[in-house]
């Protein structure tokens, strides 16, 4: 079955980077655009940015867009997500997940585990 | 961007009940919402898709609705399952943007 598994919990200094793994199993890795959307305590889900698994395209909310990369291992089947300059209001769950469509409809329909990340001197 | 706005933010309801939540965007997104579940401690799970189509696996007594800026998803007949909070989220343009969610729970 379609399946991602993220990289476990962490716990980062104020102005430091975080890289968030999210594995992938369970279908053509190539075809699909993976998302990365947050949830702090108390807020709504934010959608950060995606990238397409196959050809590599990237897009990002204007929020993260000067701190934050998201690449892609193929032959890991596994997508990363970077967040640099941390600060204590990026403390969130992040989670990725799939689009429902290969043909990106921008409705997720399979999201990982979640990671959390607590930015705390 | 395209604000989400649900209502209400909480419901009661008893195991039974037929349960109504409204998702308004702030600009027309023609079909293009989707309904997530979330029960504590879990990610969000994929009820409705644009269409609106009931994701395959998701029982049919959740009924999404609407087009436009007004949307609805119903639980015609409420299980102890469904104890969870709900969430709409735009997929007409980025960037994509979700409601605040509605906490549904036991009476």
């Known amino acids: 079955q379609v399946q991602l598994v993220q990289s476990g919990a962490e716990v980062v200094k104020p102005g430091a980077s975080v890289k968030v793994a999210c594995k992938a199993s369970?279908?053509?890795?190539?075809?699909?655009?993976i998302y990365w959307v947050r949830q702090a305590p108390g807020e709504r889900l934010e959608w950060m940015g995606w990238i397409h698994a196959g050809n590599g395209d990237t897009e990002f909310s204007a929020i993260f867009q000067k701190r934050m990369t998201i690449t892609t291992d193929t032959s890991a089947t596994t997508v990363y997500m970077q967040l640099n300059g941390l600060r204590s209001e990026d403390s969130a769950v992040y989670y990725c997940?799939?689009?429902?469509?290969?043909?990106?409809?921008?409705?997720?329909?399979?999201w990982g585990q979640g990671t959390l990340v607590t930015v705390s001197s | 961007d395209i604000h989400m706005t649900q209502s209400p933010s909480s419901v009661s309801a008893s195991v039974g009940d037929r349960v109504n939540i409204t998702c308004r965007a702030s600009q027309p997104i023609t079909i293009w919402l989707a309904w997530y579940q979330q029960r504590p401690g879990k990610s969000p799970k994929v009820l409705i898709y644009?269409?609106?189509h009931l994701q395959s696996g998701v029982p049919s007594r959740f009924i999404g609705s609407g087009s436009g800026t007004d949307f609805t998803l119903t639980i015609d007949s409420v299980q102890p399952e469904d104890f969870a909070t709900y969430f709409c989220q735009q997929a007409h343009s980025f960037p994509l943007t979700f409601g605040q969610g509605t906490r549904l729970d036991l009476k």
């Open positions: 997940a799939r689009d429902g469509r290969r043909f990106r409809e921008n409705w997720l329909d399979t």
């Open positions: 369970g279908y053509n890795f190539n075809s699909f655009v």
């Open positions: 644009p269409g609106p």
